[in-house]
């Protein structure tokens, strides 16, 4: 684990960026601070691997005064992944990250083999181990970046704002793999980031900062929205902290009710009986590709889009994003495989939402 105990720093022209910091960064848990510009977040990560001294305070690396590691060990056992990758340009994506393999020993070959696994890991193909960064999409160099902090298999890793700089459907794309890589490899991860929807994304808890470098709250994201303890922190968690609370509730109560399904046979044209119902039209391995409007013959152009789609665990968020996007008001639910599981109507979901609000939420307290 990571501690900041008494932690203060106040830079030489006298700005106080932090003020005695405690917080404890769990081991195998991704810790987020999150908070407006200037509050104090990357200096606070800065000083974990002593790229800032704090001016009082100690942190301790499992146990050990950070203020006392050797460098290299220090650099050794904490990774760090920055908005900018830093990617060494005049190397290929390959040895960018054998770079920091063969710094934990490994000979030359060893090394070059462990950073094409890792690349395939986070998603980029051999396609991509010979080109030079500057050949790669802003996310693909995040990705190579990830990789090689994986490739130090630091016992740490420090990571400020590592997919701010990538567009947002890059964005969710990497935030999502990025989860499967975290709940693979269990790493302590001090995570900064000023998005408030990637922070209860990723986050296992979340230091919500003000400015001055003070905590505001430091809880897990399902508590931050369902008991924020003040004005600042709800009001940093956004007016859809109703909404979002929803993706801490599991859906799993919600059965999926099977769907009448139709499968579009191109060569023959149009086939199947009318129908006074919604039906879903799936491609021969089974995966939904559109709903079928009511009394329309079923044919390719007359296929609405599916929607979003929820997966096996879902959320009542998922769930109910589900349903909301569907044309059909109909959730689908898929299965692990990609396959169809169901289909939950909005009218299932909104009981299921309204009797969990009942059962949590007593009306009491500060009036609105
Ligand atoms: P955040 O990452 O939350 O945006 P920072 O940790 O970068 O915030 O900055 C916290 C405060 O410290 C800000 O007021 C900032 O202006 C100040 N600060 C950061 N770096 C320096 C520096 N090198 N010298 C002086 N002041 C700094
Ligand atoms: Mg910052």
């Known amino acids: 684990m990571i501690e900041f105990d008494d932690v203060s720093k106040t830079y030489p022209n006298g700005a106080r960026a932090i003020e005695k910091l405690s917080l404890t960064a769990q081991t195998g848990k991704l810790t987020v601070l999150v908070g407006p510009s200037g509050c104090g977040k990357t200096t606070s990560l800065r000083m974990v691997n002593r790229l800032i001294r704090p001016s009082s305070g100690t942190i301790r690396l499992n146990g050990d005064d950070a203020a006392r590691l050797d460098e290299t060990e220090l650099r050794r056992r904490v990774g760090y992944v920055i908005q900018h990758v830093g990617l060494f340009p005049h190397r290929t994506v390959e040895h960018n990250v054998a770079v920091t393999a063969r710094l934990t020993g490994k000979p030359r070959r060893q090394a070059v083999e462990v950073a094409r696994e890792l690349l395939e890991r986070v998603g980029l193909g051999s396609e991509f181990f010979r080109r030079y960064p500057w050949q790669l999409s802003g996310g693909q160099q995040q990705r190579v970046g990830v990789a090689r902090a994986l490739a130090a298999e630091s016992e740490f890793m420090l990571m400020d704002e590592p997919f701010s700089a990538v567009d947002p459907v890059v964005r969710s794309q990497l ?21 408030v929807d990637e922070a209860l994304r990723l986050g296992d808890r979340i230091a919500v900062f003000r400015e001055g470098g003070h905590i505001a ?7 931050l929205l369902t008991a924020p303890k003040d004005d600042f922190v709800a009001t940093f968690l956004g007016s859809e902290r109703g909404y ?7 859906g799993v109560r919600v059965r999926p009710a099977p769907v009448p399904t139709v499968t579009l046979d191109e060569r023959s044209g149009p086939s199947g009986p009318a129908s006074d119902e919604w039906r879903l039209a799936v491609g021969g391995s089974g995966r939904p590709i559109g709903w079928l409007p009511p009394f329309e013959p079923v044919e390719r152009e007359r296929l609405l889009p599916c929607g979003a789609t929820a997966g096996p665990d879902a959320s009542l968020r ?25 289909v939950v109507p909005i009218d299932a979901v909104l009981p299921e939402i309204a009797a969990g609000t009942r059962a949590t939420s007593p009306n009491e307290g500060a009036p609105c």
Request: net charge negative; proline share 3%; hydrophobic share 40%.
């Open 244 to 250: 979002r609370s929803l993706a801490f509730r599991s």
């Open 318 to 342: 998922d769930l109910l994003n589900a349903a909301l996007s569907s044309p059909s008001s109909a959730g689908l639910v898929l299965d692990d495989d990609g396959g169809v599981a169901g």
């Open 175 to 195: 935030q999502d793999e990025f989860l499967r890589l975290q709940r693979e490899f269990g790493k302590t991860i001090v995570m900064v980031t000023h998005d």
């Open 217 to 223: 709250q430091f809880d897990t994201p399902e508590v």
